[in-house]
């Protein structure tokens, strides 16, 4: 351990009490990874892990860990997918996990505000109890924590209807480098007081400050929900229904796409039978007043498949029914992952009306590499995950990955898209992001990291 | 000697773990110890930084993977089924190889459950306690008193661990010979129920007992596999003019249906070991099969437990459910197939931690009125009676076959 670290060690013990600071290998290592494909070993191993409960805590450890000079990774639940929360450069990893607390939920207002280690599914349930609704639904909102939400600006299947985290957030308490605390935003609607700065730190990836509380806006609770399985011959097929619902004014809640490799991979972990000749499947879901809302609306959505050439159409007629169907999507990413030794699961987001171009340039890419690139993503507003499968023990493959990791990348721009939807950009996406921000772009993040934090220590080697 | 294909066994069954973080919420370790290491993720993480050379096989992380329920709740919720469970089983396979054996007390836990003159005298002293009067003080004194005799039959109540999977329902046809076998648990600490479940399994069809020997679990969950597969061979040579044998502890039902998989790549043994899983079924199991009613609807209100290695490890929850809900009125707890901390000699390794565990479960059990707490397995039994006196009289806690 530096010798800066040592030197406050003790004042940290003090500041959020000596069990909630872990200096065990063990310990470190367990803080060292997240949910990217970074490798495991060698590990990024923080010093320390330091897990306060209150802001004031947080406050007392940034003062600590600036007046020292010393890097600090902040961290929820460790299940971002671009090495967010990974202490590139050591130091100390701020564990935000005991700060769980659901403060208030006002419902005259529609507002609730938390702690960051509140995971995003018991947010949701404390809201869906009083008739509230958080619609934001990253796939791991499970068990992800609403902080990592934030700082990653999360997406998730509803955004096609309901926007993506960013949408909801009202206000923000963050702990500065320097261990300032700050208030951003409010409950007022309407607020021009100033630079956005609640926009600024959320998706600031913990590299601006360290979000202690978060005031969320919430709508009342769609009454009715309904599920439906389209399967079709093709992409293609798949990606025209959706953008047809769309024109047609059908607003799903939901609209996911799974290409073939995708779709096998989950039907064999889940033991499903599915018609032969299926090589894509669209996932819908309806949200409105009643059972006849819903009806009628799937009928719409029926007629429409079945002009683009649907296969099958499936509505759920029961919660296990939809359960069923919607586990086919939440377990859709851990089994591609497990298809091969290694996968580099990539976020590019694209104007939606470019989405069956860019999946077809992704199979040119694939095609060329001789690589398997299963793709899905929420065809709904046009992010996609394409997911590189391959051996990176194989030093002739990962040559290959990496230029196919490239043109994908080049694909995604050159239809007017982007590198990342709602992952971040984090580690794994850093040696792209001059290529689609510009120079002028990046120096101006530069610019406003160098504001607040000039020593650079919050989060380093991250987003470029 | 060192086998470093344990290591990398394990490595190659984490595998699969993307990190994702979904077992975060369901493992029972983790919701009363919430340290990465703790959980199924830092656990398949440890298994591979060994084998990939970034953690250093030290006491520190044999203590990490020890400190698991082995309960397998990660794995069932895991989106590509990861097995945590046994990858910790071979990682401490390999710590105890390393070790040249295991640590004291599970050598001497699997010295007596090896002998069956241990066993029965295990049963003896305990009936003798239970004449006294003394069996309330039981559970409270499982965990201490490593200097009186009787702590190392108690120890026994290990009941063990390592589910291996779901183990397919028995499909051999009814009407045969029916042997029971007596798991240690259920003969050293529950010899009523025991008495029990040999007069339902004799109100059906003539069954005997037999001599049989511990079923292993806890030997191949401490690293000692050797003494498993002995074990296992004088148990399946005992049981071969049987045609179905019925167990009352989920934990051996669950160990005796996965024999057949530890013999795969044994010519001498490989069809014995095959034709005995087959022909094991639990208790609740058989019983449904045959067509069991209760003499009568009592007016008493039950909750069932699942133990791990019968919901999990043999996938058997509707029928002890059937058998309540005949015999009284059946209400579901929460988080009903939570591990209940027994898990073997976890329950007196971390007598903290497993307190813990059995805190939320005693509530969840509180909170649906039942009088009766009912299981399937004597290692449950023993922690939920200790919440059943933790509760102040609130409940009961018995066997099934206690209350059918």
Known sequence: MEAALTSILDDLRRAVGAGHVLDSGLDRFGYSYDSSFLPLVPARLPDLVVRPRTAGEVSAVMALAHAHGIPVTPRGAASGRTGGSVPQAGGIVLALDRMTSILEIDESNMMVTVEPGVRTMDLYEACAARGLFYPPDPASWKFCTIGGNIAENAGGMRAVKYGVTHDYVMGLQVVLADGTLLETGGKAIKNVTGYDLTSLFTGSEGTLGVITRILLRLIPMPKARGVIRILFRSMDDGCATVQRMLQEDIVPSVAEIMDEISLKAVATRRSMDLPAGSACCVLIEVDGEDAASLESQSRRIEAVAAACGSLDFRVAQSQAEADELWAVRRGLSSAVAALAPNRLGEDISVPRGAFPEVVRRIRAIAEKYALAIPVFGHAGDGNLHPSVLCDLGDPEQAGRVHQAVDEIFLAALAVGGTLSGEHGIGLTKRPYLEQALGAAGVRALRAVKSGLDPKGILNPGKIW | ?404
């Open chain 2, 1 to 404: 000697m060192v086998n470093r294909n344990l290591l990398k066994e394990a490595k190659d069954l984490a595998a699969g773990c993307d990190r994702c973080g979904t077992c975060l919420t369901v493992c029972p370790l983790f919701k009363v110890q919430d340290l990465e290491r703790v959980s199924a993720r830092g656990k398949n993480a440890i298994a591979r930084g060994l084998a990939e050379g970034g953690l250093e096989p030290g006491p520190e992380a044999r203590a990490a993977v020890e400190f698991c329920l082995l309960c397998r709740a990660c794995a069932d919720n895991c989106p590509n089924k990861v097995p945590t469970d046994e990858a910790m089983i071979r990682v401490r396979q390999h710590f105890t190889d390393a070790a040249g054996g295991p640590t004291a007390k599970y050598v001497l836990l699997g010295g007596v459950l090896r002998s069956r003159r241990m066993v029965r005298l295990g049963s003896l002293s305990l009936g003798l306690m239970r004449r006294l009067g003394l069996l309330r003080f039981l559970p409270a004194a499982l965990g201490v008193a490593r200097e009186f005799p009787r702590s190392a039959f108690l120890e026994a109540f290990a009941g063990p661990a390592a589910l291996g999977g779901q183990a397919p329902a028995s499909a051999a046809p009814l009407g045969g010979r029916v042997a029971y076998f007596q798991g240690c648990g259920m003969r050293m600490m529950f010899p009523d129920a025991a008495r029990s479940t040999l007069a339902l399994l004799s109100g059906i069809a003539p069954a005997t007992a037999r001599d049989n020997v511990c079923c292993g679990l806890p030997h191949l969950a401490h690293g000692m596999g050797g003494t498993f597969l002995q074990l296992a061979r004088e148990n399946i040579a005992l049981y071969e003019d049987a045609d179905i044998v019925v167990t009352d502890c989920a934990s051996c039902g669950g160990a005796l249906k996965h024999l057949a998989g530890h013999f795969e790549a044994d010519p001498v043994w490989k069809d014995r070991a095959a034709a005995f899983s087959a022909k094991v079924m639990d208790l609740t199991e058989y019983l449904v099969r045959a067509g069991y009613r209760s003499a009568g609807k009592r007016d008493l209100t039950f909750t069932f437990h699942d133990p791990c290695h019968l919901a999990r490890g043999q996938g058997i929850r509707a029928q002890p459910r059937q058998l309540l809900a005949d015999a009284g009125t059946l209400v579901e707890m929460a988080e009903s197939d939570s591990c209940c901390g027994g898990a073997g000699t976890f329950h007196m390794d971390h007598p903290e931690t497993a307190g813990l565990i059995l805190d939320r479960k005693r509530r969840n059990i509180e909170q649906t009125g039942a009088q009766v707490v009912v299981t399937a397995c004597p290692g449950c039994l023993i922690q939920l009676t200790r919440a059943a006196e933790a509760s102040g009289g609130k409940f009961k806690a018995m066997h099934i076959s206690q209350v059918i």
